[in-house]
């Protein structure tokens, strides 16, 4: 096992300004203090606490209280959470937690004698707080802090642990301006480096990759992909067991560890002044197995971030593919634009339909790039978008299906044949119509050969045919064509000329568009009429629909027996779902009568009873029965009296008092119906 550097895990227990004898100390600004925090927005190193129980709990409905978490940050990197909610002040004993990849947005800042306390709300948008929400922070800085320390030293501190994103974002636009300088003051002979970034990273490095070592997370570690921009991913929990290259690279002027995680490489910054790993004296996991893992997954980066993509490792199908995408590989920004718009980018927070919105605008960024080098898959999904949005785009949607279309893409010629036989961003041309359709059909799509096919049979149906009537009218009542209504109006006229030939599925298709109210008044009558007329030719749908008029009393009077009749027609010719429901409607006629029989038996009952009771016999027996009734009550009543006063004054212990019943009026009650006749 290899040493981890002295300066990975060289630690300074007070802010780095501190370490030095030298600095003199002075006085915090609080104004400065909290105008410099108010507003921002900053993501947590450290897990923040939201709600927390005590160890003693106070139990509220037999559970106990929850209260709101103060999250204490202590200079060595410490993290405790407390309960302070009036008198009651407490360490946490359980608590919740925020997820990792919150974002927070500052609203309250205040200076008290051992700390600074921070009051954030989980941000929605970066800059609307959620006020729902909120994580209390209190920044440990030690007694007197106010004079021992400097306004530049507390924000410093502060930045360690709630770092705001507008610094992150200038910190690296810079340290990209000073790469930019620097790759070009190092280029060859041409003037230029035409290295990549991981590349210019990897030389600056003191020389060949060492033996991986095995470390374990003291504290919440941000961890980040690398690739011409810097991208954050995740925050892993402190006491994660991991394998790093014990060398640190330099990537756009600052400095980041390597972390071989599995199937996957990532990065986290390395700070100055606090240790954030411990080497793992277990040794595990085995880093030279990992890195040699790695290694085999990293030479094939597009199979593998697609292979990952499918299981749903988004992570590391995002950071295998996110390089090739940058650097113009087509199936890589398509696996992004899939991403994005499913809401599946790792470090990204997708949680209302604005979050959604914008995540589908980048993964539209990353669907044009495709389109643009030529990928015809990512030039028919586009000419999609423009005909899916609000309002749509056939102009710009014909642009791109052409362009797919002219690669042989056969779902973009379908839909070249569809605008024009609809005259979508087009004049209405059926010959142009027919030759995209035609194309699109020669290579087996599917739509294309379903319209074509019924080009054939509405000529046909023209001609009289029964079928080819009955089939144009399936086509009607379907939709004409994928996002196309049913035309009811145009299936039953193509309906009736078929029925009015004799044609079964005909009639029993008008007998369920006059059952079901489509494109006509609903008419139970008119639909009976039109199943019959099929159902006495045998046809076994009709005899089902005629089955289920009768089970239900639609239109006629309800009646099982004839409803069993039709369902059993149907099943004596094979027909699954009347063998279904001839079953279901037999069980559930057998239920009802031992129902009936079961009212009838406790009738019968209870007309024998109160026969009893009017014999000598039967009311002394009542009258028994009433005094043991009164005896039961008046001992629960006193179980319930000594509950209810063992507990204290609230809700709960006036519903126990309040459920004491008065015996003497439930006895009297009952021998009144001892006595009645």
Known sequence: MHNLPAALYRVCLIPAFLCASSVALGQVDTGQLVAALSGKTVVSTVTLGYQATTRNPVMVNGRPARFQAKTEVFPDGRVSYRVESGILHADADKYWSFKPDALFQIT??????????????????????????????????????????????????????????????????????????????ASGNNGMDQRTGDAVAASTTSGASAKPISVISIGNIPIYSLTPSIQWIEMLPANSHMCIESEPITFKGGKFLQLLLEGQKAYTPLPVNRQI?????????????????????????????????????????????????????????????RMYTMGKVPGRMFRNMQDELEGEKEGNEWLRKAADQGNAFAQYQLGMGYTLRSPQDWSEAMKWFRKAADQGYADAQFQLGSMYGNGKGVPEDSAESMKWYRKAADQGNGEAIRVIAEVGVRKEADQGNAKAQYQ??????????????????????????????????????????????????????????????????????????????????????????????WYRKAADQGNSNGQIYFARLQEKRDAELRQKEAAREEALRQKKEM?????????????????????????????????????ESGMAAGLVLGSIKNCNNEESSCHETCTSN
Request: glycine residues 8%.
């Open 277 to 337: 790993f411990t080497p793992n004296p277990a040794g595990d996991p085995d880093c030279n197995k990992l890195a040699a893992s790695l290694a085999s997954t990293m030479a094939r980066p597009l199979e593998n971030g697609i292979a990952a993509e499918k299981r749903g490792d988004w992570k590391e199908a995002f950071l295998l593919l996110k390089p090739l995408a940058e650097q113009g590989n087509t199936e890589a920004q398509l696996g992004l634009w």
């Open 108 to 185: 309250k800042v205040e200076a008290k004698s051992d700390c600074l306390e921070v009051e954030m709300g989980v941000s929605i948008n970066s800059t609307i707080p959620d006020p729902m929400l909120k994580a209390d922070v209190k920044l440990m800085l030690g007694k007197d802090w106010q004079h021992t320390m400097t306004t530049e030293a507390v924000l410093k501190f502060a930045g360690t642990y709630l770092p705001d994103t507008e610094t992150l974002a200038k910190t690296a636009a810079a340290a990209e301006a000073r790469r930019a300088e620097a790759t070009v003051a």
């Open 472 to 565: 144009l009218g399936t086509v009607y009542i379907n939709g004409n064509g994928p996002g196309t209504p049913p035309d009811y109006a145009e299936a039953m006229k193509w309906f009736r000329k078929a029925a009015d030939q004799g044609n079964t599925d005909a009639q029993n298709y008008i007998g369920s568009m006059y059952e079901d109210g489509k494109g006509v008044p609903q008419d139970y009558a008119e639909a009976m009429k039109w199943f019959r007329k099929a159902a006495v030719q045998g046809n076994t749908d009709a005899q089902n629909h005629i089955g289920s008029l009768y089970e239900n009393g639609n239109g006629v009077p309800q009646d099982y027996a004839e409803a069993l009749k």
């Open 611 to 647: 026969a009893y009771r009017r014999t000598p016999a039967g009311k002394k027996q009542c009258q028994a029965d009433c005094n043991s009734a009164k005896s039961r009550c008046e001992s629960d009543n006193i179980t319930k009296e000594a509950i209810g006063h063992s507990m």
